[in-house]
């Protein structure tokens, strides 16, 4: 139970602290013993303050430090064990028991002898580095041990213990370092200088919007619909005696709904802190997309009533016997066995949510406040029906209309499943799944809602329809209408020469320029460079401002932005004849020449190989502007040197990116 209460402190500390905590470095050594034998060496660097945990910890303590070498072609055998340096042992107060951890400095050695003639052994540690106020998630690190010093400069070594010189790779890969660039020292441009803070939460706002919309979906199925009333009775049943602890019982129920919730986003942060571009890696993956298609086409017909979705039942089973524990503990197994119970109708909607988010632009944060308005809406109910009884009366009875609920979430989690296949093809530039298909399919689905509303289509567990309520007349006809809605997605825009963009659609669909019949390069047709040197060199021959639009092919606000703000005839003006546009997506999966797959440094201090076109962009974007999120505009002079006001995030309002755009020219022409 402690280590466990120390890694939720450790999750905690991941969350509450923005900056990097990255306290040990490490580098290698080789000692030659013999022709055969070699002393591979680990030295870690650690901060003042901190320390670093030794590698035998006692059960139910720290995560230890654990080293692994790498040897699938068994060139070598290890001779013992790692050994280590005394180091310092404490009775641990938190845990209760001797630790040992190192301060400074600390060296590991592990003997080896050579079966088979070769140059290196890489291998990794895994450890975690805490100080008096946090610790540092468990993270791995990769060792490269060269045993032939001739070798080592031709050696492909992953360089991550060898000095990166930051300026020379910048200037190898865009030309110039982050050095060159000249921050914005005007006062123009004030009224966009908390876009960051505001845009930040109107998004979270947003997402814990429709996670609290899921929730109350996940409220009006069979699996959750019908225990709400067995819950409130298990805690009014003894209210005549003693109601404030029933009441207080009740919310302390609807608190470990939330956290329960609140607790799955949790690792998605440990994510985020370790790598800042692994969400996006996650997002924008091929093959990871297509896994997220697949699942919702399955939990579409889970919904439809093909099969079910359960967990394991002895999951179950562990949280009942929980439950019997009393107190606080068992009211949280209570907790958990609502939401391991409801998987089946919770777990899809839930699904839309992670997948959601880990494609959006917020990441761990939207997730977690997704996850922070599903729990909401989910635990709320509960805790209010039982403090008042009396509001149970004004439930409608279960019945046909739970299930009619569930088919409906199917016809959704359908339609959703396309989005992500069209990222998958967006990425690999497949050229299949364009504007085109995509409105088809959606007409398709949401066609054939309308039918099942209207009673045309049935599923497995239907109840027979005797006469058509007047709620599913009225969503028969809201479906029908928004089929409308979306055949008119393939009216043309005369002006811009590609589909008129549907608002509803926005960053589902398809960019509208994505298109069979009408294609385009860039957002609107206007004229864009994708490569940072050509854009460079175009702004300084022209004497324009350059904006780089940092964006990405699986970026929902992306298209939000070029399909509804960019339009905006006075923003239209500027970017078509007053800036020099260079458009980088941090997402494009083609490869790098290899004179460019060179190893660079992290914003946090650690390193990262740069293997295509979208490593290099995101590498630009926060080495020079420190930042990750996208979309994410930099107005730059025409040397691309001088950064002309406050860069500016996802901002719907056309005003407040005109006034940007403005701002910027002003500056420039001054």
Known sequence: MKRLLFLLLILYTSLAFSQMYNPVKWKTQVEK??????????????????HLYAQNIPEGGPIPTEFNYHNDNNDYTLIGNTSEEEGITVNDAVFEME???????????????LINAIDKITGSVLFMACDDEKCTPPTDFELVFILNESKKAASENTNKQIEID???TNHLLYGMSSDDIIKPTTSCGNEVENLNVTSSNSSLWRIFGLGFLGGLLALLTPCVFPMIPLTVSFFTKNSSENKGSGVSKALLYGFFIFAVYILLSVPFHLLD????DILNEISTNIWLNIIFFL???????????????TLPSSWTTKTTQGENTGGLVGIFFMALTLAIVSFSCTGPILGSLLAGSLTADG???????????????????????????????????????LNTTKVILGFLELALAFKFLSNADLVAHWNVLKIEPFLILWILIFAGLALYLFGKIKFPHDSPIKKLSFSRITGGVLVASFVIYLASGFRVNKDTNTFKSLTLLSGLAPPVGYSFLYPNECPNNLDCFKDLKEGLAYAKKANKPIIIDFTGLACVNCRKMEEHVWPDSTI??????????ISLYVDDKKELPETEKIYVKRVDGGVRKLENYGHKW??????????????YYVLLDSNGKKVLNTPMPYTPDAKEYAAFLECGLKVFNE
């Open 33 to 50: 013993i013999s022709d055969s034998e070699y002393n591979l060496i680990s030295i870690a660097t650690i901060e003042e303050g901190s």
């Open 99 to 113: 630790i040992k951890y190192f301060e400074n400095t600390a060296v590991f050695k592990q003997k080896v002898k």
């Open 166 to 168: 930051s300026n020379k």
């Open 273 to 276: 802190s370790v790598n800042p």
């Open 295 to 309: 699942i919702f086409v399955f939990f579409a017909f889970s919904f439809f009533g093909y099969y079910e979705l």
């Open 363 to 401: 990441g761990a944060w939207e997730l977690t406040a997704g996850m922070a308005g599903f729990g909401v809406s989910l635990g709320l109910p509960f805790a209010l029906f039982a403090m008042f009884p009396n509001m149970m009366n004004a439930l409608p009875k279960s019945g046909g209309w």
């Open 572 to 581: 239209d003006n500027y970017l078509r004849n007053d800036y020099v546009l």
């Open 618 to 631: 995101a590498h630009f974007q926060t080495e020079f502007f420190q930042s990750n999120s996208q979309p």
